[in-house]
């Protein structure tokens, strides 16, 4: 039981290239989020979804696409990276039952755009 | 928007003491989770708090989900060395699904 795995783990990118991030869930969990996390501040939610063929925009959706269309996986793109898009991004996955709100987190990729 | 503030930002601690950290806000929350994140990795959740009022213990952790719905506390017995790294507080809206709210975090450092 891996729980939620992202690749790749570095990242660098120049200004104006393109890229996917992917984040894969084991644990049969309905909801996958996206955040972005930078220094001295809480994590931001980017987009996330509820379920396969769903997503959604979160906080900071914008520069950045998702896609859901798998049950296991959440992909975040990337279209034409900027410098501030530097940041760590982390994947996580939770279940909507009945007590159970807690969201599982990747170990999170870490992207620079130069 | 929503938003959460952590106290204290940062604290430096005497191994064997103990922690105490607070998240508050001028909103009100369903639910608190705490989480842990060391350095390079992701965060991990440590105690999940669902009623006002409610005290939730995880081995040496200790967390309280306020009576008034807008703050909760994390407290940290006999701290030890791998006790270091960011806490998290996140609040979880009324009426907006499972979305929650993270605060800044509290960096905690434990001298030997």
């Known amino acids: 039981n891996a729980g939620v795995t992202q690749t790749p783990k570095f990242r660098v990118l120049k200004t104006g290239q393109s890229m996917t991030l992917l984040c894969a869930q084991d644990m049969n969990h309905e909801y996958m989020y996206w955040y972005r996390q930078d220094p001295g501040m809480g994590l931001r939610l980017i987009h996330y979804?509820?379920?396969?063929?769903?997503?959604a925009k979160g906080e900071v959706p914008d520069g950045y696409n998702v896609s859901r269309l798998k049950k296991q996986n959440f992909l975040l793109g990337l279209e034409s990276a900027a410098p501030s898009q530097t940041s760590v991004y982390f994947c996580?996955?939770?279940?909507?039952?009945?007590?159970?709100?807690?969201?599982?987190f990747g170990p999170g990729t870490r992207l620079t755009v130069t | 928007g929503q938003q959460l503030n952590q106290s204290p930002q940062s604290m430096f601690i005497q191994e064997g003491e103990d922690v105490s950290m607070n998240c508050t806000s001028s909103?009100?929350?369903?639910?608190w989770l705490w989480y842990k994140q060391d350095p390079g990795e992701g965060p991990v959740l440590l105690i999940a708090?669902?009623?006002?009022?409610e005290l939730t213990s995880n081995g040496r952790l200790t967390a309280q989900f306020g009576i008034t719905r807008k703050d909760s506390f994390l407290n940290i017995s006999a701290s030890i060395p791998s006790d270091v790294g960011i806490y998290f507080c996140?609040?979880?809206?009324?009426?907006?699904?499972?979305?929650?709210?993270f605060g800044p975090g509290t960096r905690l450092s434990v001298l030997p």
């Open positions: 979804s509820v379920g396969e063929g769903t997503t």
């Open positions: 909103s009100i929350f369903n639910t």
């Open positions: 708090l669902y009623k006002a009022g």
């Open positions: 996140a609040g979880r809206v009324p009426n907006y699904g499972q979305n929650f709210v």
């Open positions: 996580a996955s939770s279940s909507p039952g009945s007590s159970s709100y807690e969201q599982y």
